[in-house]
């Protein structure tokens, strides 16, 4: 098995202020293709530390070497110059690509060092940014330099691994089960037997959030043993699991959608846009989803949704009768078959005895069918906010999958 | 000033399973009290690696060495095993300890190697949680080892740092400015001699992404001297320069709308929600935000927003006519004196010769006054979504300080 280190240069993630998502992002991708990542480092902006560093990856013969950060134009940005000094190698001024990029993202006064590269590299095109990237073997590594954006450093890594042919993806060896709508302790209660009878051939880890908890399965023995034993949770699981590995509730529900030809429209109090925002995050989201509208302030509701101004009153607008009316109006006005509403208190303050912070109505309709369904999240704001998102998708899913 | 080196544990994180953000919480913590973080390191379940990756920190005294992860009750789990090797120091177990934490859990099956410690260190309590902590004194190193759920171990970092009262928190010797508006070239044009002139006492870094650039300032020298500077750049960069450290964006806007009395309304397109999710994040938005149309197909933008069909199909959807018309309706509609409107093409398709993938404009309104822009943002889906939001911040922002 090939080994993969990984060196990320910055001070700002030595300070606390950046989390280094780069370096979990490299060893996912190595990981799916076998290749193990059995260090990550980080090194201030320091030409000699990150010199020192570098060459200590070198000598310790990793087969790959990622280096990401330090890659910008101001004076903290010092991989370039490292890497020339370290490699005795000079610094390449790529005067082509220079006016290319300058071209493509509209700038004149591109600096120049965003396109050198040190002269025994490759350049490793940034399809997102400006600053170039490089690779190139040096004694019995692959030496990969990429800038620390992580957007950029993702683009310029998936350009990499797909031009390498040697990076084969092989028959993964892990599989993560995502569930929705079920409580880890009680998802343990589930399948711990099942579990207990397969920890010889499979490693499962829990991995709870506030959109759901994931159940890793890493194999031990033989992939059939794997894949058998995923498809026996699923099934055990099938009221909560809704995909495996990178597949989100969202996803599911936009192919549905699609392939059922049904239309989406949603009026949202509590989570303002964030239940739309997660749709429209998925590119041809346009085929399935009409639109929303955002009632945060109760005149809202009355004037735009039309909820008569005396149930709000009688009932408060965080109730299930204000829901479920947001739903139906909804669905009338933008002319969807599907509708999602939701009213609730995310908090810290707006709670009473009654309806405490927290207190969250849901409705999903469905033709002519409508489910409403009361929550208390006793969280904090935003993790109100994902958890109601998350539950409005949930529902949503539920039916769907047995129309 | 102090060092500090970070070891984190865990086949998990160099498999890309998990994100370390240890690591960047105990930095953060650490640089509020002036304590400099000069590494972090990630080391495979591995007796050999990770005593020899301690070893190399108290060889090169640090003086504080934070070690996570590795104390939980499993097979793979050697963090107490390789300090009692590497320390030549002997497991032992609190069996006090023991039994309250398996009250307090109620688990009559607690692992009891959770509550054991080396003889050399003195025990970390867990609050949250069952394993315990450790620290120790080992030649010039202050030893702190602590568990890895992220919520442990948080809670045990608080706890000693405030037990240890060496650590003071001093005035801090960072701060951040936060732009927008403008790109990293042409900031770092404006700034540069500025900052040639004051390098000495200020380290200056630039810190991009699709939101802004972020400045950072850390001192040299004397924090007088850090202030001065802060407000000199604040000074020369006031069109662009929102505020400082942890000051968002919108947050900012909300404030100006809080004071000056004034509502606001959104009528999203491309965006398909995410402004208005932007500012509902926000506790006390419902103070000055009213609601949203998300008008992401043709129709909710005739029907709904009520923008005249030939309007649409003279201009098309993605045009200043109808984005101006946008701002205009939803503001009259949701009777809010300030509006925002916005309409693109965030990709992947949808794009055409004359209006290419990326365009995308933006109306601000507030009284009687519009303001609509055009911008072609040329990065993926999810970049053009946060850029669009960011734009349309930065254009409302800068008509709010004016006013």
Known sequence: MKIAGILTIG?????????????????????????????????????????????????????????????????DDLTRQSLSELFKSKLVFLEDRHLRISKKFKKVDLPKCQSEIIDISKPLENKVGTAIGMHFKYNKSEIIIMPGVPIEMESMLSTYLNDIKKINIEKNNVVTINTCGIYETKLYEKVKEFIFKNDKHIYFSFLPSYEGVKIRLTSLSSNAKLHKVKNKLLDILSEYAYGTDDVTLESVISNYLINMKLNLSICESCTGGFISKVFTDLPGSSSFFMGSIVAYDNTIKQNIVDIPKQIIDKNGAVSSQVCEMMAKKISKKF???????????????????????????????????????????????????????????????????EI
């Open 11 to 75: 001070n700002e993630i030595l300070q606390g202020f950046t989390l280094d998502t780069n370096a979990k992002k490299i060893s996912e991708e190595l990981n799916k293709r076998n290749i193990k990542t059995t260090i990550h480092l980080t090194v201030p902006d320091d030409i000699d530390k990150i010199k020192e560093k570098i060459e200590k990856f070198v000598i310790k013969h990793y087969d790959y070497i990622f280096i990401t950060g330090g890659l910008g134009p101001t004076h």
């Open 335 to 401: 002319k969807t078959n599907i509708s999602i509403a939701c009213t609730g208190i995310s908090g810290p303050s707006g709670g009473s005895e009654e309806k405490p912070v927290g207190t969250v109505f849901i409705s999903v309709l469905y033709f002519d069918n409508i489910i409403t369904k009361k929550f208390i999240f006793n969280v904090d704001r935003a993790s109100h906010r994902i958890m109601t998102k998350q539950a409005s998708l949930f529902m949503l899913w539920k039916i769907l999958k």
